[in-house]
């Protein structure tokens, strides 16, 4: 039941996506030198200027996988600032107390509507410019002041601190659930496709027809898991979608011997039997009288191919054979900070990795529950 909870959990936080990030930009690559590598708990102002364009608003859906929602702000993290008449004066974060960086000014203007241009009334203290549109709008000097201070100057928190390119490390790891379970469940499809197709095949007919599917699942059985998946990486190339088809491709001869023996067992029962004396074609015999019979074991070995997938995957990324950055797998995290191992940092690479255990764990334990409730052997 806790691996179950900890893989519905995730299953959650995958289909909300961007919606419940704090980073909702494409891959929650949103980047801020200044403030890379800062600890779990960390807290920074950050002053957002309008970027002056029409970001197209994507909709819950939309923003459920990586996030496509763009940022309409461009966020600059802030140690100090001040107002003077229409203009923000404001110091860049820094914390190396040897250098102080220089003041910067910016209009109101620019912060709130991203337009650069604006005239500045000292005896009514009006602002007046024009938008992107060319409306022309005026704002009181107080009216933009307090729309900056509300909407435009936040304190950030960062529960998990930032990896080394100032992006937010929570935001990182919840898109990159959604990268393993998506793995996960894509190869396990494959691999019962596969699978199910050639053990049904050799268990049902026998002969030669098992002996050549034997004989090549008895091939793909004696390479090295991993090396027969970084091979068939490099033949597709390197990319999110191929780490789908390369381990799929290596997963499905356990399923194959699986569904092997237990079309083995199950041709020569009676129901079987009395199928063929009724004429029911082949393909009915296999797929709706011997098939649904053997799923006890397809699910269980399905929850242990699932971790195996997760696994493979981070072994790629961590490589580099497997998903490409910026998209947040769990190992490319890893491979990104494993050198902080030796430094005070060494969370920035035990974080993904502590993620990558548990959903391995929870589908470990969801396998063995499933294979206990499953098997009628057991006793109570």
Do not use: C
């Not at 949103?30 to 600890?39: D, F, H, N």
């Not at 939309?62 to 763009?70: A, C, V």
């Not at 409306?135 to 080394?164: A, C, F, M, P, S």
Request: charged share 20%.
């Amino acid at each position: 039941m806790l691996g179950l909870i900890i893989i519905l959990l995730a299953v959650f936080i995958s289909l909300l996506g961007a919606n419940l990030r704090k980073d909702k930009t494409e891959m929650a690559n949103e980047m801020m030198l200044p403030i890379a590598s800062k600890p779990p708990g960390f807290m920074v102002k950050t002053l957002l200027i309008n970027k002056g364009k029409e970001v197209e608003e994507k909709n819950f859906f939309e923003k459920m996988l990586f996030g496509s929602q763009e940022n309409e702000n461009r966020i600059v993290p802030i140690n100090s600032y001040r107002y003077k008449d229409d203009k923000l004066i404001y110091k860049e974060y820094d914390d190396n107390d040897t250098i102080s960086l220089p003041e910067k000014t910016i209009n109101l203007s620019e912060i709130v509507y991203g337009t650069n241009t604006s005239s500045y009334n000292s005896t009514n203290q009006q602002i007046s410019f024009k938008d992107s549109k060319g409306n022309i709008i005026t704002h009181t000097r107080e009216e933009l002041t307090e729309i900056v201070e509300k909407q435009h100057i936040n304190t950030d928190t960062y529960l998990l601190g930032t990896d080394k390119y100032g992006r937010d490390m929570l935001s990182r790891l919840l898109a990159g659930t959604i990268v393993s379970l998506s793995v996960g469940l894509i190869a396990v499809l494959v691999s019962l496709l596969i699978g199910i197709v050639m053990g049904a095949l050799a268990g049902y007919f026998g002969g030669k027809t098992d002996a050549v599917i034997t004989w090549l699942v008895n091939v793909i059985w004696s390479v090295p898991t991993l090396l027969l998946v970084i091979s068939i990486t490099l033949l597709l190339g390197k990319g999110f979608s191929q780490i789908f088809i390369a381990v799929g491709l290596t997963m499905w001869v356990e399923v194959a011997r699986i569904t092997r023996g237990q079309f083995l067992s199950l041709r020569e029962k009676e129901f079987v039997e009395a199928a063929r004396a009724l004429g029911f074609p082949t393909w009915r015999i296999i797929f709706k009288h011997i098939l649904p019979n053997t799923w006890s074991p397809l699910i269980v070995i399905s929850a242990s191919n699932f971790a195996s997938a997760i696994l493979i995957e981070a072994g790629l990324s961590f490589l580099g054979v497997g998903a490409q950055p910026p998209m947040p797998s769990w190992g490319n995290m890893i491979k990104e900070h494993y050198g902080y191992i030796v430094l005070d940092k060494a969370y920035l690479a035990i974080i993904p990795g502590v993620a990558i255990m548990l959903l391995v764990l929870s589908f470990t334990l969801l396998g063995n529950g499933l294979r206990d409730a499953l098997d009628t052997r057991s006793t109570n």
